[in-house]
């Protein structure tokens, strides 16, 4: 039987080669960071990594990972209810809810997690989910777990939000979600006007924070904090994988009640183990270093500023932006690709970007900037972008 299935498949991976649509993975080997060493021996500068502080490598970060292996050891062995919370986890919690300014915490083991457990618990048939077209993968799957109504506006577009909250008027409770910061473009939801519209019809909201938190705002504390909306969203997920230290593990915070119910109810978390005790460590430690200073902030906020402002000087077609991602449009798949392998011999990783993770003919090569960074790994990119750019025509 398992002839005809593997023919299929071969089948499937030679159309998406020829497509100019394969993925191929880079080995690294050498801790994350602005500098990073592959496989092949070449050193290389990173611009494709979501370490937006540049805390992958952190010695602060790595010393208390150690110390909890020490004290903690190294897995749970268990989901949270049975035997697998520890100090750490419950600490974890509290320092993301001080930080969030919202009342209460649950971890999961990503984000992924968070945003696919969130939905089916708290909402049923007589219920409205509003959701932006741009949300990421992990909410969309979310959504189809739930059998709340589904209603979807434009990206960002608040006029076609009020639409669709005017349609689902009459279902019994409603909730609108939006990325802080949508990933592939950069660009950050209007949460001040959602947040207005969500007290004008009686919604909830709720915000994946991933891409903006530690990252958008004075002090990192993400859209509420931009748009002075803090307390005012009921539900916030987001991940330790970016910006809070880059390894894993995810989190929803907000009004105590929802997360009580989360506990009791949300499928990831109840049939999946716990966060490893050197994770939660960690980012404990990681709280406390963004609480103490916003120096990473105010350094990833002038690398971001300085970068677009060179890439648009040098006449490249950048998505708007108010984050660390630099959107740079090729719109096609191949010449993303070969772009990006250019770029690689000029010793700059950078990743294209194609169907199916943006939409057809939307290619381009997706910048992203950390605080790690320093300008002269600025301005090597931006010359090797030009070079590149003049010789496959995409610049003048």
Request: with cysteine; net charge neutral; glycine share 8%.
């Amino acid at each position: 039987m398992y002839t005809n299935y593997k023919n299929h498949l071969d089948s499937l991976l030679n159309e998406i080669r020829k497509a100019g649509l394969y993925k191929n993975e880079r080995i690294i080997v050498s801790p994350q960071g602005a500098e990073i060493e592959l496989n092949t021996g070449q050193k290389v500068l990173n611009f494709c990594a979501n370490n937006y502080l540049g805390l992958s490598n952190d010695p602060s970060l790595i010393e208390a990972a150690k110390a909890s292996l020490d004290n903690h050891g190294y897995g749970m062995s268990s989901v949270r209810f049975i035997c697998g919370t520890t100090d750490l986890h419950k600490e974890l919690e509290r320092k993301i809810a001080e930080f969030f300014g919202t009342e209460d915490t649950i971890l999961y083991a990503a984000c992924f997690d968070a945003n696919g457990g969130v939905f089916e618990p708290l909402l049923s048939e007589e219920d409205a989910i509003i959701s932006d077209s741009l949300n990421h993968a992990s909410i969309i799957d979310g959504v189809r777990l739930c059998k709340a109504q589904r209603f979807r506006y434009e990206n960002a577009d608040v006029t076609d939000l009020e639409k669709q909250l005017q349609m689902a008027q009459n279902m019994r409770f409603k909730l609108i979600v939006t990325d802080g910061v949508f990933s592939m473009d950069g660009n950050v939801a209007p949460l001040d006007k959602i947040v207005n519209l969500a007290n004008k019809y009686n919604a909830i909201v709720m915000v994946d924070e991933s891409h903006s938190a530690g990252v958008v705002g004075k002090t990192g504390r993400g859209v509420t904090e931009l748009f002075n909306v803090k307390g005012q969203v009921e539900i916030i997920t987001g991940t330790l994988g970016k910006a809070f230290g880059g390894a894993i593990g995810g989190f929803t915070t907000g009004k105590k009640e929802i997360i009580e119910i989360l506990r009791q109810r949300s499928r990831p978390y109840l049939f999946s183990n716990s966060i490893p005790p050197l994770v939660a460590a960690a980012g404990i430690r990681m709280i406390e270093m963004m609480t103490e200073t916003n120096k990473l902030q105010d350094k990833l906020h002038f690398n971001a500023e300085y970068f677009i402002n060179c890439m648009k000087k040098l006449g490249f077609d950048i998505k708007p932006t108010k984050s660390a991602i630099c959107a740079v449009m090729l719109y096609d798949a191949r010449l993303s690709q070969v772009f990006a392998s250019r770029l690689l011999k000029e010793g700059i990783y950078v990743i294209g970007f194609y169907f199916p993770v943006v939409p057809k003919d939307q290619a381009r090569i997706r910048v992203q900037l950390s605080a790690a960074h320093e300008t002269e790994h600025l301005d090597k990119a931006v010359m090797a972008f030009g070079k590149i750019g003049r010789e496959l025509g995409v610049i003048k």
